[in-house]
């Protein structure tokens, strides 16, 4: 855990805050890849995900709060309570939205879904990588760090902004797969649903994507298996209406976590015999299918054992 404090805290658009963070001992922070989330443990005690998007040279971190109506409370305090000053900690970088300099990059960003995609493309634009940037926004002044992005990249940053209809249509701007181009996601769930649904014709791999909310999944039945935890040596029932994590818990395990949907990736555990049945929303395609690891909050074995390396 990083103990940190906020040095700043300044609006960047209607409904959104950005908070500058430093280590309190004034040490350094650790580094960090374009894509990387933290996990903010707030003084109310509550936990959330918020992805770093400041520059990645810096020697503080940077991030950006919506204001979530009606939410769970977190964002209200971000905005109405906390200021300058004010300590907090955190977890990570954690990053499984990675960017790949070596392909041309197509960002698709709908609201604070821009915030992870700013580093990327200062990496880019040190990288010689081409890019484009399609952000989808309500309203202009909803829209944080829009005007910037167009002045500072005049012809690669295309605007969709509903309230001046032009709203963003996934399916026509991914209409024909871009071989050899990575489309980057983020945003709200339906942005990213529909992205998905639109590049089903594409090579695998093109689409890389960052949720902060579970994805929907269809209804699945659990089934009662047995986890052996190689570390620990343990071998745990794990019934139906449980997860791994929560076994792990209850006999005293010691599991680092976080969200508890499958969207963080702090329970992120390696699978060393078994085949895991995915519930995340985090690991991609090819992820899943190699079966390295699993997000233990959610997903579950597709046989009768699994051994993971807890």
């Keep these: 855990m990083i103990d940190l404090v906020v040095l700043s805290k300044s ?5 959104v805050v950005v908070l500058d963070l430093a ?4 040490g350094s922070l650790p580094a960090w ?5 933290i996990d903010l443990v707030l003084p109310t005690a509550d936990e959330r995900q918020y992805s770093l998007c400041g520059p990645l040279a810096a020697d ?12 769970r409370g977190g964002s209200a305090y971000v905005h109405d309570v906390l200021d300058a000053g004010t300590s907090l900690r955190a977890r990570g970088p954690v990053s499984h939205f990675e960017f790949r300099p070596e392909v041309p990059a197509l960002f698709v960003a709908g609201g604070i879904g821009i915030t992870p995609i700013l580093p990327m493309i200062e990496a880019a634009e040190a990288s010689g990588t081409p890019w484009r940037l399609v952000y989808a926004g309500r309203t202009r002044a909803s829209m ?6 167009e002045r500072r990249h005049p012809g690669k940053v295309e605007l969709r902004v509903s309230a001046e209809g032009a709203r963003l249509d996934p399916g026509r701007l991914l209409e024909v797969p871009a071989a050899g181009t990575v489309v980057y996601c983020c945003g709200p769930a339906g942005l990213m649903d529909a992205v998905e649904a639109a590049m089903r014709s594409w090579p695998r791999g093109s689409l890389q994507v960052e949720r902060f909310a579970p994805k929907t999944l269809p209804v699945q039945a659990d089934a009662a298996f047995e986890v052996e935890l190689a570390l620990s040596g343990q071998t745990l029932p794990v019934p139906p209406g449980k997860s791994i994590l929560d076994v792990a818990e209850e006999a005293g395990v010691l599991v680092l976590s976080s969200c508890r949907e499958g969207t963080c990736g702090t329970c992120e555990t390696a699978i060393l015999d078994g085949a895991a049945e995915h519930r995340d929303s985090i690991l991609g395609e090819d992820e899943q299918a190699a079966n390295r690891t699993m997000m233990i909050c ?3 074995s597709r046989g009768d054992r699994l051994v993971l390396d807890l």
């Design 60 to 71: 503080t971190w940077r991030i950006a709060v919506r204001r979530a109506e009606p939410g």
């Design 298 to 300: 959610v997903s579950r």
């Design 11 to 15: 609006a960047a658009a209607d409904g």
């Design 33 to 37: 890849r374009p894509g990387a989330h």
């Design 23 to 26: 280590a309190t001992n004034g």
């Design 144 to 149: 944080a760090f829009a005007d910037d992005l």
